[in-house]
């Protein structure tokens, strides 16, 4: 991948547990999003973080951002089988001024 | 989803001829991209435009064009479809520092 990586590549839980995925980058950035996708779609925004900020939530979505560590986890708590997608994070480059996408992570949720 | 639009959702097609992949949105963002993606796989942008008149290329070498003559169009433009060109082609906007918005793609199968 040119900037970023998703840890795992799949991820398969039951419904109710929590869904954490994680992601790496190499250089500088202004913000880090998510995204998700539904299989054969377009992409969903979902959050961004900053390259100040190191922790957010949104519902039952909750990021972390360690830029010391070039790194990003995706925590959803409390999954449901509608969760089911896969979710690819993405760097806003410090020099550059556009986004980077990684692999994604697949994940299925089991009902 | 629902405020940037691509036609045609699905495109089947025969080698040489020339395609035009339609994108609109209508939220009055300066910024567009066209990204290229294969299944299951990382998104790849091939052009990018940040207002009327402006166009570049992205990290991934396209043989494809793009142009920007209206804030709210942004077509891309295949001149001679190839099968290696078979992909998912999507389209997105964004402002300032937000989250892109994307649409809902074009399936391209050349044969």
């Known amino acids: 991948s040119q900037q970023g990586e998703e840890d795992p590549q799949a991820l398969s839980i039951q419904e109710g547990e929590n869904a954490t995925m994680n992601c790496s980058y190499k250089?500088?950035?202004?913000?880090l999003q998510w995204y998700r996708q539904n299989s054969g779609r377009g992409l969903v925004h979902l959050i961004l973080i900053r390259s100040n900020e190191r922790e957010k939530h949104s519902g039952r979505l909750r990021v972390t951002l360690d830029t010391s560590k070039k790194s990003s986890s995706l925590l959803i708590t409390a999954s449901r089988a509608a969760d089911t997608a896969s979710y690819f994070c993405?760097?806003?480059?410090?020099?550059?001024?556009?986004?980077?996408f990684g692999a994604g992570t697949i994940l299925r949720v089991k009902s | 989803e629902a405020d940037i639009y691509q036609t045609p959702r699905y495109l089947v097609i025969g080698t040489g001829k020339k395609i035009t992949l339609e994108c609109s949105q209508t939220?009055?963002?300066?910024?567009m991209y066209w990204y290229q993606q294969d299944p299951g796989m990382e998104l790849h942008l091939i052009h990018y435009?940040?207002?009327?008149?402006?166009?570049e290329k992205g990290d991934l070498s396209s043989e494809s064009t793009v142009s920007r003559i209206r804030t709210e169009h942004f077509p891309l433009t295949l001149e001679s479809a190839r099968p290696s060109h078979t992909s998912q082609y999507l389209c997105?906007?964004?402002?300032?520092?937000?989250?892109?918005?994307f649409g809902s793609g074009t399936r391209l199968t050349v044969v």
């Open positions: 939220m009055g963002h300066d910024k």
């Open positions: 250089t500088s950035i202004n913000n």
């Open positions: 435009s940040y207002g009327v008149n402006s166009t």
């Open positions: 993405a760097t806003d480059l410090q020099y550059g001024n556009k986004l980077v």
């Open positions: 997105a906007s964004s402002e300032g520092e937000g989250g892109y918005t």
